[in-house]
């Protein structure tokens, strides 16, 4: 069965979709030697390569719950020193889904199934992140309400999320954004500084006891749990598009 070539290197876990179609851009694929374009199919057996080095799809789906530590850069660039991957030393070629600012730390997921990460990612501003945030000052009934409406950063009002009360100085967040340090700016705006940053549950994956710097595979119960989610919310966003295109 044929399968388009930013399909294919999503799925055996090179890039998403659009960074393949930028890498097809630059003419840094090929498909039996030739320059792949936008739009070309590969067919079984055919030989694919990204800057010359063949490309296999993986049989084996990984999908890790990681403890990121403070100072470790969620990305699979070589060139920044402090990456995950070069942390990790996991032995198959894996990707973070998503980021977690330098300064912060705790969960996060990394797979090799490009297309869980797409889909993922798709749905990033629907699922829930959870953290625990200490803060350098008292936390007062006003900030938290003013935290849950809704926070103008980056030329925009932030989502509701949910903030309780909790014992000075933590209190716990959870937001269904995954704006560009978003629980910083939003503690910021209201005249906070954020001490300690520790996200612990994506949807239905909890950090749990993991230690700082381990990872461990999700149980076959978490992962099944997180295709679920996925699901329900694609054939959500479905039904809503068709109800407004009504």
Known sequence: METRINKFLSEAGVCSRRAAD?????QRVTVD????????????????????????KEQEKVLLAF????????????????NVIDFLQYPKRVF???RLDKESQGLLLLTNDGEL?????KASNGHEKEYVVTVNKKITDEFLDGMRRGVPILDR??????????????????LKQGL????????????????RLERIRIMNIHLGTLKSGEYRHLTKEETEGLYEI?????????????KDGA
Do not use: W
Not at 22 to 26: A, M, P, Q, S, Y
Not at 180 to 195: A, L, T
Not at 230 to 242: L, V, Y
């Open 230 to 242: 996925i699901k329900k919310q694609t054939m959500g966003e479905e039904s809503h598009g068709n």
């Open 22 to 26: 930028r890498l097809l851009e630059e």
């Open 33 to 56: 030697d030739r320059v792949a374009q936008i739009g070309t199919r590969v067919l079984p057996g055919q030989c694919v390569k990204v800057d010359g080095k063949i490309v296999t």
């Open 67 to 82: 403890h990121k530590p403070v100072g470790i850069v969620c990305t699979a660039q070589e060139k920044e020193k402090n």
């Open 117 to 121: 990460m797409n889909q993922i990612l």
């Open 96 to 98: 973070p889904v998503g």
């Open 180 to 195: 560009n340090r978003q629980i910083r700016r939003m503690c910021e705006y209201f005249g906070y500084d954020v001490v």
């Open 157 to 174: 009002i932030t989502s509701p999320c949910k903030a309780e009360k909790n014992d000075y100085p933590t209190v716990p967040i959870i």
